[in-house]
């Protein structure tokens, strides 16, 4: 009877311990701040880069498929 009591004991400290972890940010949400403003001139830049690198991409594929490939970490 005793180690019953006590397993119910613990088992009902371990759910209101998650009930109360669940709550929380029902309770007491956290402040939210507005997002910087964005400097799109630097997001520009970066497309760029990226459309560099998938025009690269697609010419060592190119050499791949058709047989010409001078990489040897490709080929």
């Known amino acids: 009877m005793q180690v019953d009591k006590l397993t119910k004991t613990l088992l009902t400290f371990i759910a209101i311990a998650l009930w109360m ?5 029902w ?7 507005a997002q910087e403003k964005v400097d799109l001139s630097q997001i520009e830049s970066s497309l760029t880069s990226i459309a560099g690198d998938i025009s690269t991409i ?4 190119g050499h791949i498929a058709r047989g010409t490939c001078t990489n040897p970490k490709f080929c």
């Open 27 to 33: 309770l007491r949400p956290l402040p939210v701040a």
């Open 58 to 61: 697609k010419t060592d594929f």
């Open 21 to 25: 972890i669940a709550m929380n940010p």
